[in-house]
């Protein structure tokens, strides 16, 4: 079974950036849909970005344009680079992709 690692959590001010990144133990991403999801204190697990085997991307509304997901060429590692960071980005980001989850990545956005 694949497995995902995220990396590039941390803590932040609101308007700043982070980078994430998920790899992969394989290079299943130049076939599978992958997303980021997140997971707020007391919150449900939402979808926060996805992308496609072809590149085709999805984003939840309140990250639009904020946000971008994107892969490399080896189809084994999956970034979410956020830009102007605000205090409900804060939470844990997980990787997912074919029924396997990452152990997520604590990002924390203060004033």
């Known amino acids: 079974q694949v497995q995902l690692v995220e990396s590039g959590g941390g803590s932040v001010q609101a308007g700043g950036s982070l980078r994430l990144s998920c790899t992969a133990s394989r290079s299943i991403f130049r076939t599978l849909r992958v997303g980021w999801y997140r997971q707020g204190l007391g919150k449900q697990r939402e979808m926060v970005a996805t992308?496609?085997?072809?590149?085709?991307?999805d984003y939840a509304s309140n990250v639009r344009g904020r946000f971008t997901i994107s892969k490399n060429g080896a189809g084994d590692t999956v970034f979410l680079q956020m830009n102007s960071l605000k205090l409900e980005d804060t939470g844990v980001y997980y990787c997912y992709t074919s029924t396997v989850w990452g152990q997520g990545t604590q990002v924390t956005v203060s004033s």
């Open positions: 992308i496609t085997g072809d590149g085709v991307t």
